[in-house]
């Protein structure tokens, strides 16, 4: 496999050649518009480096605000204030220094402000069992705070799991732990330790490894008069290993330097007991595996030991709203927000940002975070998603950018990314994403999904032609790739060729469409699906006769006027959550009830379901959420509310042509489209309505002019007739 270093360019000219201009140009942009330049700090205090995935970033960003400078311009990193004189001084004093202590210096760490850590396994040699597991997360927990450090995530760290082929659970041992980093290729170091008791004294040591040799180049150790003095300890050591990596803790804030650590308190600890903070790490992890009743459980437990640990309370409000208690989940919550002064700024803001919810005020929040701390995975996220719902394409694409730098190894942040970039910015950087996410194709049993990977990758290179109007192109690419299916091993063909057929129904090559689908071992909601967009009904009823009882199938049913059917299906959703959606558990369920209640003709009450699962759902933009989509749009029109019948559409429109990942979905989006030209045309907006159509057209110029669609346009003379 491959391995995906984060790129580091190590001068003012490769910085210039990066982004094809001139260093004088770069140098202005670092100037005036805060360009991502870090410099060194141990030796070479003059030179400077970027990293090749923050310069993206800031590309995007700089785009997205019409290449016009920040509205608050940032210092750039590391940029001395003071004048070349006291420089000069400062770098005669630092060579004076090194050449007396040289022969004392230990083996110089290869670390540079916001490098990757990785924490490994804390060995427990004290025979008590709350130290298990908690030693290195309370660590992790303070070290998190440092804007000069970065912490490898716990879902990197999975990501590298599934490439070694290991089960999520493995133990991130000191071997472990080094192949981690190794594979990587990121990750600077590796911090080890243990935790001992002598006689009545707890001893937690770090040390910090480098990952290729294994050498341990650093040692720290601080001790404990008791365990409930150990968390404190814990801080003390993080304090350490901080400035053995190279942070300045009395940096001042005028250098822009990582800040002063505060002085150590209670009142700045996440929590004072071991026990609440393996209960929450255990609560975390439950979580991460879709585990929400467990997890919410562990984590009663977690606030029960410690009423004061505001993230106990925030997490479990979380587990709990994802399983759709929302009125056990508010006082959480709430707790969570009173508590949350009595955290670091880090932990502080994201329970604010959680508290908040889909609020305004969650995303300005988030945006602070991501400010300070541009490396946290889940509030990079948040609001990439928080974007995504309130229709804000461009800023959502630059933090799927950032979240496939965050994770590497992850096959589908990769793929996400590429997508996202063909179809907002440049095609040409899309290409390495994509690139990316066929080197980290795993297709074995070990892997169910693989398969379906192995499809989009395949396809990616005929969606990146449509998206740029070669169509002629793109349906050459997907005739190669149909050719090739009868040699592919038979774990792939399925996939294939559910995703091949959906390309071609893309391309409105419904005869070549229809010989994939007869000529795979289909499941009949999918091909229920298919028939509804080709308006066929009758299919669709014959497929739903076979289908299993699932919140994709209520919907179909409910089109199809089957409503007992409809009922009995949306009665099983847990069953439709662990087959379908487990990251988005109830929102299916919403977008069911609002299709039956369509059925039923109460359209107030479609609306109310619609209107709450359609926002939450426009990061997973399936056929499904079309057909919401469209649902919402017909509700809000028989109420007599043609402009937020637009709306909706315009909503769904503007997320721009859907991807690869979706099977069918341009197929829906195209019928949305159809829609949406007829409700400007009804408003007297005519010109409106025949650019919609003419781009229908466009889109549609390689397909067969039986499809239903295509005799759509033809009878309104947007083509001409069959």
């Known amino acids: 496999m491959d391995e995906i270093p984060r790129r580091r360019l190590e001068s003012w000219k490769e910085i210039a050649a990066w982004f094809q201009r001139d260093v004088r140009t770069v140098k202005r942009w670092e100037k005036d518009e805060a360009l991502p330049i870090h410099r060194h700090l141990h030796k070479r205090l003059a030179s400077v480096y970027a990293f090749e995935d923050e310069l993206e970033v ?31 001084a400062a770098l005669l004093i630092l060579a004076t220094a090194l050449v007396l202590t040289w022969r004392k210096a230990p083996e110089t760490l290869p670390f540079e402000e916001r490098d990757w850590a990785l924490i490994a396994q804390f060995e427990n040699r004290t025979g008590e069992a709350v130290f298990d597991g908690s030693v290195e997360y309370a660590l992790e927990r303070e070290l998190v705070n440092s804007r000069f450090v970065n912490i490898v995530p716990r879902e990197r760290v999975l990501d590298a799991l599934v490439l070694m ?62 365990e409930d003095e150990t968390v404190r300890a814990i801080a003390r050591l993080s304090d350490s290993v901080r400035a053995g990596l190279g942070e300045e803790l009395s940096a001042t804030r005028g250098m822009l330097r990582p800040q002063s650590v505060p002085q150590r308190s209670l009142e700045l600890v996440s929590t004072p007991s071991l026990r609440a903070l393996q209960l929450y790490s255990r609560g975390d992890a439950l979580i991460r595996e879709h585990r929400q009743n467990e997890a919410a459980a562990v984590l009663r437990e977690a606030v029960r030991e410690d009423a004061g640990f505001a993230s106990a309370h925030v997490l479990l409000a979380h587990a709990l709203s994802n399983l759709g208690r929302e009125d056990e989940a508010r006082p959480h919550f709430e707790r969570a927000l009173e508590l949350a002064d009595s955290t670091t700024d880090r932990e502080r803001l994201f329970i604010l940002a959680s508290c908040y919810r889909d609020s305004e005020k969650a995303i300005e929040t988030l945006e602070t975070l991501v400010h300070l701390y541009p490396d946290h995975y889940w509030a990079v996220t948040n609001l990439g998603m928080a974007y995504q719902v309130r229709n804000r394409p461009r800023e959502a694409l630059v933090h799927t950018v950032r979240r ?13 990314a590429a997508h996202a970039l063909v179809v907002w910015d440049d095609p040409a950087r899309a290409d390495q994403y994509a690139e990316r996410a066929r080197r980290l194709l795993i297709t074995d049993d070990d892997d169910p999904i693989g398969a379906w990977r192995s499809a989009w990758v395949r396809l990616y290179p005929a969606h990146a032609k449509w998206v740029k109007g070669r169509l002629s192109e793109a349906l050459a690419e997907v005739n190669r790739i149909a050719a090739e299916s009868e040699s592919v091993p038979a774990e792939l063909r399925t996939p294939l060729l559910w995703e091949a057929g959906s390309f071609y129904l893309t391309l409105g090559r419904y005869s070549q469409a229809r010989a994939m689908f007869e000529s795979m071992e289909g499941s009949p909601d999918n091909l229920a699906l298919i028939a509804l967009g080709l308006d066929d009904p009758a299919t669709m009823k014959q497929q739903l006769q076979i289908a299993a ?10 089109r199809a006027g089957m409503m007992p059917e409809a009922e009995s299906a949306a009665a099983h959703p847990e069953r ?15 977008l069911a009830a609002g299709e039956l209640a369509m059925g039923r003709r109460d359209r107030s009450e479609a609306i109310a379901h619609l209107e709450m699962a359609l926002p939450q759902l ?50 829906f989006w195209m019928k949305n489209e159809l829609r949406r030209a007829d409700l400007h045309r009804a408003a007297g907006r005519d010109d409106a309505a025949r650019e919609i159509e003419r781009r229908l057209v466009t889109l549609l110029s390689e397909a067969d002019r039986e499809l239903p669609i295509v005799r759509e346009l033809a009878r309104r003379g947007a083509v001409s007739s069959p």
């Open 58 to 88: 800031w590309r995007l960003q700089r785009q997205h605000r019409g290449e016009v400078a920040a509205a608050e311009p940032a210092v750039s990193r590391g940029r001395s204030l003071q004048p070349a004189w006291i420089a000069a």
């Open 618 to 667: 426009r990061g997973w933009p399936t056929a499904y959420y079309f057909l919401g989509a469209e649902a919402l749009s017909r509700a809000w029109e028989e109420e007599g509310g043609p402009e937020r019948s637009l709306a909706v559409l315009d909503a769904a429109s503007n997320l721009g042509l859907p991807s690869v990942f979706w099977g069918p979905a341009p197929l």
């Open 576 to 590: 439709a959550r662990r087959a379908y959606a487990p990251f988005l558990p109830g929102l299916w369920d919403e």
């Open 404 to 416: 496939a730098h965050l994770r590497p190894s992850n096959f589908d942040h990769q793929l996400r």
């Open 165 to 226: 082929k290991k089960p999520p659970n493995t133990v991130v041992d000191r071997e472990i732990g080094r192949e981690i980093c190794l594979r990587d290729g990121a990750i600077r170091t590796l911090i080890g330790g243990r935790v001992e008791k002598l006689g009545s004294t707890y001893v937690v040591s770090a040390e910090l490894i480098e990952p290729t040799t294994g050498v341990v180049l650093r040692r720290f150790s601080e001790e404990a008069a008791s």
């Open 549 to 558: 009882a699932s919140h994709r199938s209520a919907i179909l049913y409910a």
